[in-house]
């Protein structure tokens, strides 16, 4: 099911409300996190629509003007058509996509030289750095929509597989630049979607307490060229060390206003939770880390997060502030901020790419052979919007990782949800590779019981006949897989293309 189609599947037991905007949940969160800067989900994709028209310097007919016109009257036309498609593009929007920031429309002319003077670029200039693509209606001429996105090195856009439109496409992309050509409206918002999904994650910037570093201990399979993986996909990492970790958790401990918040957002999560398995306190504590992680990620102008569970485990700081990361990971997720387990970046990325292109948070978790054709996916890190942000959360247990009683989690049945058909996908450690899987959902465990450790499992069937190709492709692409409700198969694909990675789909 897609997201634009997906209104109200899978509702049952949700007892908050998002009326207002904003759940319950959500408020009590974000009154205890004010440090977090806008979600990416809220990014939009800025288009500067520019129509091309050409104006003769004098009259005369022939093969490529069987009408005469004067040059007054020529630009006089191409005004009054300049005029429209602006008013109706201010009052329509492009193509119904809500993705889009529309940049002030521009008219660029030339004559019969079909040469761009510098008064036209000029029309262009200011807002080309905040541009990040040109929607082009290409009248009078074919190489003036290269020149446009040649000169300022950006994409090109158009509507209609026209023979210009075709022709425009194929010399751009033979000259290495990139051209993208929509059939009607439809296909027009969905490439406006995706380019804001590629956005997105080149906006990525990752912030990773860590001593160690990479390669982790234990999740080797990260992507550990952080330089290249910059260089090549926009994604920065910030590494800072346990120690100013430490010392910001010490600062929201003592901070009496910050455990107050943090003890009306544990109640309000107690308050909507079908049942409990760990003390007030023990959650009071998760969301103090919670908040440690927003003051630390505002620092650091970061819009993502990871940590390595066994380094941090091994540091003992875990034990002493009686948290795991579970809970946070799964906050982060529904505000729209991709966080991965065991300092996954494969992972993370995977993860931003699946909830910018289905609206969605996701599920992650370590990937094993189940039997009778299945695989599961196995970690306490659900997320609660994955019906999509604008819809109530699902219904959800919290619970304790550790038998001391410790370490607060989400725990949801995954079966419990209208929703069967999901997206799995995985970046592999060289970020150069995506491996998407649509498949369907046919089981889950960790509801009910009081389980401690990694106890929340989605079961999924891949295509028939393609389980074992799948199951050895982790080979290639590591451990840990990710999954949202819906097929975005087809999504993935185009927008793994858009960022160069060769992807390999499953479906």
Same mark, same amino acid.
């Given at each position: 099911?897609?997201?634009?189609?997906?209104?109200?599947?899978?509702?049952?037991?949700?007892?908050?409300?998002?009326?207002?905007?904003?759940?319950?949940?959500?408020?009590?969160?974000?009154?205890?996190?004010?440090?977090?800067?806008?979600?990416?989900?809220?990014?939009?994709?800025?288009?500067?629509?520019?129509?091309?028209?050409?104006?003769?310097?004098?009259?005369?007919? &022939?093969?490529?003007?069987?009408? %005469?016109?004067?040059? #007054? @009257?020529?630009? $006089?036309?191409?005004?009054?058509?300049? /005029? *429209?498609?602006?008013?109706?593009?201010?009052?329509?929007?492009?193509?119904?996509?809500?993705?889009?920031?529309?940049?002030?429309?521009?008219?660029?002319?030339?004559?019969?030289?079909?040469?761009?003077?510098?008064?036209?670029?000029?029309?262009?200039?200011?807002?080309?750095?905040?541009?990040?693509?040109?929607?082009?209606?290409?009248?009078?001429?074919?190489?003036?929509?290269?020149?446009?996105?040649?000169?300022?090195?950006?994409?090109?856009?158009?509507?209609?597989?026209?023979?210009?439109?075709?022709?425009?496409?194929?010399?751009?992309?033979?000259? &290495?630049?990139?051209?993208?050509? %929509?059939?009607?409206? #439809? @296909?027009?918002? $969905?490439?406006?979607?995706?380019?804001? /999904? *590629?956005?997105?994650?080149?906006?990525?910037?990752?912030?990773?307490?860590?001593?160690?570093?990479?390669?982790?201990?234990?999740?080797?399979?990260?992507?550990?060229?952080?330089?290249?993986?910059?260089?090549?996909?926009?994604?920065?990492?910030?590494?800072?060390?346990?120690?100013?970790?430490?010392?910001?958790?010490?600062?929201?401990?003592?901070?009496?206003?910050?455990?107050?918040?943090?003890?009306?957002?544990?109640?309000?999560?107690?308050?909507?939770?079908?049942?409990?398995?760990?003390?007030?306190?023990?959650?009071?504590?998760?969301?103090?880390?919670?908040?440690?992680?927003?003051?630390?990620?505002?620092?650091?102008?970061?819009?993502?997060?990871?940590?390595?569970?066994?380094?941090?485990?091994?540091?003992?700081?875990?034990?002493?502030?009686?948290?795991?990361?579970?809970?946070?990971?799964?906050?982060?997720?529904?505000?729209?901020?991709?966080?991965?387990?065991?300092?996954?970046?494969?992972?993370?990325?995977?993860?931003?790419?699946?909830?910018?292109?289905?609206?969605?948070?996701?599920?992650?978790?370590?990937?094993?052979?189940?039997?009778?054709?299945?695989?599961?996916?196995?970690?306490?890190?659900?997320?609660?919007?994955?019906?999509?942000?604008?819809?109530?959360?699902?219904?959800?247990?919290?619970?304790?990782?550790?038998?001391?009683?410790?370490?607060?989690?989400?725990?949801?049945?995954?079966?419990?949800?209208?929703?069967?058909?999901?997206?799995?996908?995985?970046?592999?450690?060289?970020?150069?590779?995506?491996?998407?899987?649509?498949?369907?959902?046919?089981?889950?465990?960790?509801?009910?019981?009081?389980?401690?450790?990694?106890?929340?499992?989605?079961?999924?069937?891949?295509?028939?006949?393609?389980?074992?190709?799948?199951?050895?492709?982790?080979?290639?692409?590591?451990?840990?897989?990710?999954?949202?409700?819906?097929?975005?198969?087809?999504?993935?694909?185009?927008?793994?293309?858009?960022?160069?990675?060769?992807?390999?789909?499953?479906?």
């Amino acid at each position: 099911m897609k997201r634009r189609d997906f209104l109200a599947a899978g509702m049952g037991g949700v007892v908050v409300s998002v009326s207002d905007g904003l759940s319950p949940i959500q408020k009590a969160i974000a009154s205890l996190a004010p440090e977090m800067g806008s979600s990416p989900n809220a990014m939009k994709l800025h288009v500067k629509p520019v129509l091309t028209s050409i104006v003769h310097t004098g009259s005369w007919e &022939g093969p490529c003007r069987w009408t %005469a016109m004067s040059p #007054a @009257e020529e630009r $006089r036309q191409a005004g009054e058509a300049f /005029a *429209r498609w602006s008013q109706e593009l201010r009052e329509k929007g492009l193509a119904g996509s809500s993705d889009v920031k529309l940049l002030e429309p521009a008219h660029v002319l030339f004559s019969e030289d079909f040469t761009i003077h510098q008064e036209e670029w000029d029309k262009l200039a200011p807002e080309s750095e905040a541009t990040d693509v040109f929607y082009i209606v290409p009248a009078g001429s074919s190489i003036s929509a290269y020149e446009i996105g040649n000169r300022f090195g950006k994409p090109i856009l158009m509507r209609g597989l026209s023979c210009r439109t075709v022709d425009i496409a194929a010399y751009a992309k033979a000259k &290495g630049n990139e051209a993208f050509l %929509a059939a009607d409206d #439809a @296909e027009l918002a $969905r490439l406006l979607s995706l380019l804001r /999904a *590629r956005k997105v994650l080149r906006s990525t910037r990752v912030l990773f307490p860590t001593d160690r570093g990479l390669p982790a201990a234990c999740s080797v399979g990260s992507i550990w060229d952080l330089q290249g993986l910059e260089k090549r996909l926009g994604v920065a990492v910030k590494t800072i060390p346990y120690r100013e970790l430490a010392e910001e958790m010490e600062r929201v401990q003592a901070d009496e206003a910050t455990t107050a918040q943090a003890a009306e957002a544990g109640e309000q999560l107690l308050c909507n939770a079908h049942r409990s398995h760990i003390d007030k306190e023990y959650l009071v504590k998760s969301l103090q880390f919670y908040r440690a992680v927003d003051n630390l990620m505002a620092r650091h102008a970061a819009n993502a997060f990871t940590i390595e569970c066994f380094e941090l485990c091994s540091s003992k700081l875990a034990a002493q502030w009686q948290i795991t990361p579970c809970l946070v990971h799964g906050l982060l997720k529904d505000r729209g901020l991709a966080a991965s387990c065991e300092g996954d970046l494969g992972s993370l990325l995977a993860i931003q790419l699946l909830t910018t292109i289905s609206g969605k948070s996701c599920h992650q978790g370590n990937s094993d052979p189940r039997g009778e054709g299945t695989f599961r996916i196995n970690h306490s890190n659900p997320a609660l919007k994955m019906n999509g942000f604008d819809q109530p959360e699902l219904p959800y247990q919290l619970g304790r990782f550790v038998s001391e009683g410790w370490g607060a989690k989400y725990v949801v049945d995954f079966m419990n949800n209208e929703e069967k058909t999901v997206t799995v996908a995985r970046v592999d450690p060289t970020a150069r590779k995506l491996l998407v899987l649509k498949g369907e959902l046919v089981g889950a465990s960790g509801w009910g019981p009081d389980l401690i450790g990694c106890s929340v499992e989605a079961v999924i069937r891949p295509p028939q006949g393609t389980l074992d190709r799948f199951l050895r492709e982790r080979m290639v692409y590591g451990n840990h897989l990710q999954w949202v409700y819906g097929d975005y198969a087809e999504e993935m694909r185009e927008v793994g293309e858009m960022l160069h990675l060769e992807v390999e789909v499953i479906a």
